[in-house]
């Protein structure tokens, strides 16, 4: 049914947007200056950027050779959803400002030309009103870079299809939109209103959808309800980015921003590792630390890292070297699942600069089978029942059945915290319930967990496997550690820098097992997990695991 919505609605538009009428109702008088001229301080991929000018356009996991002196075609064949959204979207542009010179800014220049040439009037995907927000956004942030030093013809070009693409996106926006892609549509809305001369409508639309959206997006305690540390820092971006256009404009910031400013910026420092990374939860990725880094100071929010998300549903649990992040949330709400994952529960755990334990994290295009093996519970470090997962992961994007009820508490004493946490995605299909405990010791070097499956009240369930994975950072090391009796029931955990970590359990068999790690890049790297396995019976079950640091090198 929804795949046949979308067709009918996509068929309407088609029929609203894309005949000569429309494009002639779109068009007006073009300016031919910015009137403010917003900052743009993010850095870009050099990489990347060189790349581009050797003709490998890489978006969302999928490289693309195209000529690279002439004009691309902006929907090559075989374009994946992700490769197209980023390629229309001009974020790029970054990539080869940061590259410099006169042949990087020539072939922005030509691509841009390029992308008139082939898009100028209405198309449902590069006019879809969150990529054209992220344009718009774009070639005005990045005027200086492509556009403010070439010729008449090519400016006049571009501040006219400009004109035409905020005109449109201020016909349909909000556009059933949500999220993270909402923010951009209202970003590009900003954007165009304040920076494109006598556009006064635009710019109270913006503020308007802003205001209505903020207070419903961005949670109590500064977690963005998509629950994506990725999402979470680039909405602040975008955040930031409204806030820089309002004082160029000399425009007073509404309240409503500058507090949620406020608030992401310790919720984002929340879901950083010591290594300068963000954890892998929900589809998020390591991301850059020098752009996490530039996001924090250019919010100039103060505020330590939150020890607690109770609203957004994490805990950060932090004592000596040793960090551990829980996810102890529900799944974001239908049509804010977009990226998200099976991972209740989850947990990851770092030593000093040192990832530990991990989930698998996701591809970057975010969709395919890719999608359904990195979202499913068995890529995180949690419990599974019979090889289920604990939300139904879609393959296209979101989730289907989920657990409804997830508890937490936190407990702190003398420097040692205890979280315990539960959720009943195991309830409907198999009447369990999964409960976790977790300690950290004071000194950080004493990590103990308890794992329990409990029949729900009045249910009687039948025997099932389950598996507890902790999958490891690529640079672990995994010794197994033989006891009298031939079997195994701890192994030895070597960090790069000599650390070891002896892990016990009791309980379960243990294994060592092959795993994937896809926290940065484009390629999985190959890892490998601790596993804990049984069989559960009608009465439930209980495994014990404790990671305590080697005192002596072993």
């Not at 082939?118 to 054209?132: E, F, I, K, R, Y």
């Given at each position: 049914?929804?795949?046949?919505?979308?067709?009918?609605?996509?068929?309407?538009?088609?029929?609203?947007?894309?005949?000569?009428?429309?494009?002639?109702?779109?068009?007006?008088?073009?300016?031919?200056?910015?009137?403010?001229?917003?900052?743009?301080?993010?850095?870009?991929?050099?990489?990347?950027?060189?790349?581009?000018?050797?003709?490998?356009?890489?978006?969302?996991?999928?490289?693309?050779?195209?000529?690279?002196?002439?004009?691309?075609?902006?929907?090559?064949?075989?374009?994946?959803?992700?490769?197209?959204?980023?390629?229309?979207?001009?974020?790029?542009?970054?990539?080869?400002?940061?590259?410099?010179?006169?042949?990087?800014?020539?072939?922005?220049?030509?691509?841009?030309?390029?992308?008139?040439?082939?898009?100028?009037?209405?198309?449902?995907?590069?006019?879809?009103?969150?990529?054209?927000?992220?344009?718009?956004?774009?070639?005005?942030?990045?005027?200086?870079?492509?556009?403010?030093?070439?010729?008449?013809?090519?400016?006049?070009?571009?501040?006219?299809?400009?004109?035409?693409?905020?005109?449109?996106?201020?016909?349909?926006?909000?556009?059933?939109?949500?999220?993270?892609?909402?923010?951009?549509?209202?970003?590009?809305?900003?954007?165009?209103?304040?920076?494109?001369?006598?556009?006064?409508?635009?710019?109270?639309?913006?503020?308007?959808?802003?205001?209505?959206?903020?207070?419903?997006?961005?949670?109590?305690?500064?977690?963005?309800?998509?629950?994506?540390?990725?999402?979470?820092?680039?909405?602040?971006?975008?955040?930031?980015?409204?806030?820089?256009?309002?004082?160029?404009?000399?425009?007073?910031?509404?309240?409503?921003?500058?507090?949620?400013?406020?608030?992401?910026?310790?919720?984002?420092?929340?879901?950083?590792?010591?290594?300068?990374?963000?954890?892998?939860?929900?589809?998020?990725?390591?991301?850059?630390?020098?752009?996490?880094?530039?996001?924090?100071?250019?919010?100039?929010?103060?505020?330590?890292?939150?020890?607690?998300?109770?609203?957004?549903?994490?805990?950060?649990?932090?004592?000596?070297?040793?960090?551990?992040?829980?996810?102890?949330?529900?799944?974001?709400?239908?049509?804010?699942?977009?990226?998200?994952?099976?991972?209740?529960?989850?947990?990851?755990?770092?030593?000093?600069?040192?990832?530990?334990?991990?989930?698998?994290?996701?591809?970057?295009?975010?969709?395919?089978?890719?999608?359904?093996?990195?979202?499913?519970?068995?890529?995180?470090?949690?419990?599974?029942?019979?090889?289920?997962?604990?939300?139904?992961?879609?393959?296209?994007?979101?989730?289907?059945?989920?657990?409804t009820n997830v508890s937490c508490e936190r407990q702190e004493s003398d420097g040692a915290m205890l979280v315990v946490a539960s959720h009943n995605g195991y309830s409907k299909g198999f009447g369990l319930l999964h409960r976790r405990r977790v300690y950290l010791a004071d000194n950080g070097e004493d990590l103990r967990g308890e794992d329990t499956l409990e029949p729900v009240i009045g249910a009687t369930p039948q025997p099932q496997p389950y598996a507890i994975r902790f999958h490891l950072h690529p640079n672990v090391?995994?010794?197994?550690?033989?006891?009298?009796?031939?079997?195994?029931?701890?192994?030895?955990?070597?960090?790069?820098?000599?650390?070891?970590?002896?892990?016990?359990?009791?309980?379960?068999?243990?294994?060592?097992?092959?795993?994937?790690?896809?926290?940065?890049?484009?390629?999985?790297?190959?890892?490998?997990?601790?596993?804990?396995?049984?069989?559960?019976?009608?009465?439930?079950?209980?495994?014990?695991?404790?990671?305590?640091?080697?005192?002596?090198?072993?």
């Amino acid at each position: 049914m929804g795949d046949r919505n979308g067709r009918f609605r996509s068929g309407m538009a088609r029929l609203a947007y894309g005949n000569p009428l429309y494009a002639l109702m779109l068009g007006g008088k073009a300016p031919g200056a910015l009137a403010v001229i917003p900052p743009d301080p993010w850095p870009g991929d050099t990489d990347n950027g060189n790349a581009m000018l050797a003709g490998r356009m890489s978006f969302a996991g999928q490289p693309i050779m195209v000529d690279p002196n002439g004009a691309p075609n902006w929907r090559p064949q075989g374009a994946s959803h992700g490769w197209l959204r980023a390629a229309h979207g001009f974020e790029w542009l970054r990539d080869l400002r940061a590259v410099g010179g006169d042949t990087a800014r020539r072939r922005a220049r030509v691509l841009v030309w390029s992308w008139l040439d082939q898009n100028g009037g209405w198309h449902s995907q590069s006019w879809a009103p969150d990529v054209l927000g992220v344009r718009l956004a774009s070639w005005i942030g990045l005027h200086d870079f492509y556009c403010a030093s070439a010729d008449d013809e090519f400016r006049a070009r571009v501040f006219e299809s400009m004109a035409r693409q905020l005109r449109h996106l201020l016909r349909v926006a909000p556009a059933k939109l949500d999220g993270e892609r909402l923010i951009g549509a209202i970003k590009g809305l900003l954007y165009g209103g304040y920076c494109l001369p006598d556009q006064d409508k635009a710019a109270r639309e913006a503020l308007r959808l802003l205001d209505k959206e903020l207070p419903r997006q961005i949670l109590p305690d500064g977690g963005h309800v998509e629950r994506n540390p990725s999402i979470q820092m680039r909405v602040l971006r975008d955040l930031i980015d409204m806030r820089a256009v309002l004082r160029v404009a000399k425009e007073e910031v509404p309240e409503t921003l500058q507090h949620a400013i406020d608030r992401m910026t310790p919720a984002l420092r929340f879901f950083r590792h010591v290594d300068g990374g963000l954890a892998l939860f929900n589809g998020g990725r390591e991301e850059e630390p020098a752009l996490i880094d530039t996001v924090l100071a250019q919010a100039d929010a103060r505020g330590r890292p939150l020890k607690s998300a109770p609203h957004t549903g994490f805990e950060r649990l932090l004592a000596g070297r040793t960090l551990v992040l829980l996810d102890t949330g529900a799944p974001p709400p239908e049509g804010l699942d977009r990226t998200a994952h099976a991972g209740t529960l989850s947990m990851e755990v770092s030593v000093n600069k040192e990832r530990l334990i991990v989930n698998c994290g996701s591809h970057p295009s975010q969709r395919g089978p890719w999608r359904a093996a990195l979202a499913g519970s068995a890529a995180h470090s949690t419990m599974v029942v019979a090889d289920t997962n604990s939300s139904e992961v879609l393959e296209k994007g979101g989730l289907g059945r989920r657990p409804t009820n997830v508890s937490c508490e936190r407990q702190e004493s003398d420097g040692a915290m205890l979280v315990v946490a539960s959720h009943n995605g195991y309830s409907k299909g198999f009447g369990l319930l999964h409960r976790r405990r977790v300690y950290l010791a004071d000194n950080g070097e004493d990590l103990r967990g308890e794992d329990t499956l409990e029949p729900v009240i009045g249910a009687t369930p039948q025997p099932q496997p389950y598996a507890i994975r902790f999958h490891l950072h690529p640079n672990v090391q995994v010794v197994p550690v033989a006891q009298g009796n031939g079997g195994n029931d701890q192994v030895l955990l070597r960090l790069p820098s000599g650390n070891a970590w002896r892990m016990r359990v009791t309980g379960a068999v243990l294994e060592v097992a092959e795993s994937v790690y896809l926290g940065s890049g484009e390629e999985p790297r190959r890892t490998r997990q601790i596993m804990m396995q049984g069989q559960c019976g009608p009465e439930g079950l209980t495994v014990k695991w404790a990671l305590r640091r080697e005192r002596k090198a072993a």
